[in-house]
């Protein structure tokens, strides 16, 4: 995909869906993939590839201030740093122009909370020290492999190296900058990360009719909020995560990063049957019928349609009106069982070009009473037809991202350089609101800190450049998501320090 990297693709397999997320239990671990690539690679092709009141006071320096030359990702100076970049706020620039993009590093990125969600803790560790980072360069070569102690460090090398993008990969058994003197390749091996999910526009482009490709509008973004409602109520209810983020793309997707300790722990097996568990609909644009589950329904899959029907309704029927032609009947018909009823289907729409889908939905009831077929069974066509509302409503898993530990994929907060726009998180207690295209680009917010005109505050607490923008809100819930993770993950630190008071 253009917005992650994985080492390797597995091959497709077959996935059961488990009767219960109790019954997903691993396999033997599989021996740990070795295979080392270069730190450079030049690619053949182009690669896309209230805080306050959780921290004392004196956690909670702000990140950067445009009164600060250069300033480290804990608020000093580095007398090293690159020159403050100046604002290049001409719409007309390019968006991954290497001034907008350093001047973006500098004022607006969120080192230290992206530093605090990696590592867990705002003491430096080796969850953040043996990191993988790849960074895609402004002239196309891919940097894998590179690693930092800390948040400053990190921010320094992204300033001097200006990357036009960076990918954030698994916790490695080492440090990734060591890989190549240790005397067994074996001893170098992933041992967490962040379980993740992917999910793209280009995967629904068989059943959206308004857009194609990279284009998208809000009509077709409702199959990416459909797809992030059915996945995250299945990773909270049915699996128990909590630390869940759904981060925007920055072009014709989102991003699912969660981070419970169980998750991050999660060995390769695991990762592929939870992939499993999620994916219903299977076969590309030529393999006719796509969901084939078993009835009754299994609770996950009752569930999701639950939250899709009415979706179905008003985003598929009425706006997408995807069996307006000729050629998308022709599909719709493929997956009714009953050949009497499809043939009277047929007829009566063939005698009426270009009735409404909501029309053909409603036919199907309305032939199937008429007594249309005399062989017609109606359990079988209820069958069919929540199989069809899944086939246009479930979600669309780019699964290969989800099975292995060491897929890398776009870090939160970098900037698209087709749209220039920046991968924020997504407010799910706004998702029905969330418009990809109103989302700020990084001009528009250089432009932003450019015409601000309030009060900079004073000394000792000067307002931070993203203050100043619209970019706020989007690292405001930033913070308040990684709040919740270092508070629960101090509550397990301590569990485990206090141990069982019943134990002598």
């Known amino acids: 995909m253009p917005h992650s990297v994985s080492p390797d693709v597995m091959p497709q397999e077959d996935s059961v869906l488990s009767d219960a997320p109790a019954d997903l239990l691993p396999p033997k671990p599989e021996a740990p993939d070795t295979a080392m690539d270069e730190d450079v690679k030049l690619p053949n092709k182009s690669l896309d590839v209230k805080l306050e009141d959780l921290f004392p006071d004196d956690e909670e320096e702000d990140e950067f201030t445009s009164s600060m030359p250069a300033s480290g990702a804990n608020g000093k100076t580095e007398p090293n740093s690159p020159p403050m970049a100046a604002l290049p706020t001409d719409p007309t620039t390019n968006c991954s122009d290497p001034e907008i993009m350093l001047a973006f590093y500098q004022r607006l990125f969120p080192f230290r909370q992206l530093f605090q969600w990696l590592n867990y803790s705002m003491k430096p560790s080796n969850n953040f020290a043996n990191r993988e980072f790849a960074f895609t360069l402004q002239n196309d070569a891919y940097l894998r492999y590179q690693s930092f102690p800390n948040a400053d460090l990190l921010r320094k090398d992204i300033l001097r190296l200006n990357p036009s993008r960076f990918e954030i990969g698994p916790i490695y058994s080492t440090n990734p900058r060591d890989r190549k003197s240790l005397r067994k390749a074996s001893a170098f091996r992933p041992i967490a990360k962040e379980l993740v999910f992917d999910i793209d526009l280009t995967d629904y482009d068989e059943i959206r009719t308004c857009c194609t490709g990279a284009n998208i509008c809000m009509r077709c973004w409702q199959f990416i909020t459909m797809a992030i409602k059915v996945v995250d109520a299945a990773l909270r209810e049915d699996f128990g995560f909590q630390h869940i983020m759904w981060v925007y793309s920055g072009r014709r997707g989102a991003h699912a990063w969660i981070s419970d300790k169980k998750a991050r722990e999660m060995e390769d097996p695991k990762r592929r049957a939870i992939a499993g568990y999620l994916e219903v609909v299977k076969g590309g644009s030529q393999s006719g019928k796509k969901v084939n589950v078993r009835h009754p329904l299994h609770p996950h899959i ?66 199937a009473k008429s007594g249309a077929s ?77 015409a601000w005109k309030g009060d900079e505050g004073e000394e000792g607490n000067k307002i931070s450049d993203y203050e100043k923008t619209s970019l706020k809100p989007y690292v405001e819930l930033f913070k308040t998501h990684v709040a919740g993770l270092l508070r629960d993950e101090r509550g397990v630190k301590r569990e485990r320090e206090e141990g069982d008071p019943m134990e002598f």
Do not use: M
């Open 374 to 450: 005399k062989t017609l069974d109606g359990k079988a066509l209820l069958e069919a037809k929540k199989d069809i509302i899944l086939e246009y409503t479930y979600p669309r898993l780019d699964a290969e991202v989800s099975k292995k530990q060491n897929h890398l994929l776009k870090s939160p907060f970098v900037v698209h350089p087709k749209t220039g726009r920046v991968c924020v998180p997504i407010d799910l207690a706004k998702l029905d609101d969330f418009d990809p295209e109103a989302v700020p680009t990084v001009t528009e917010l250089l432009a932003e800190i450019d």
């Open 302 to 367: 009752a569930r999701s349609l639950d939250i899709l029907k009415d979706h179905f309704q008003s985003d598929i029927l009425q706006r997408q009106d995807p069996w307006e032609s000729a050629a998308k009947t022709d599909s719709l018909l493929s997956l009714i069982p009953d050949k009497a009823l499809s043939d009277a289907l047929r007829r009566k729409w063939d005698s009426a070009p270009g009735r409404a889908s909501t029309s053909k939905w409603a036919d199907i009831d309305a032939l």
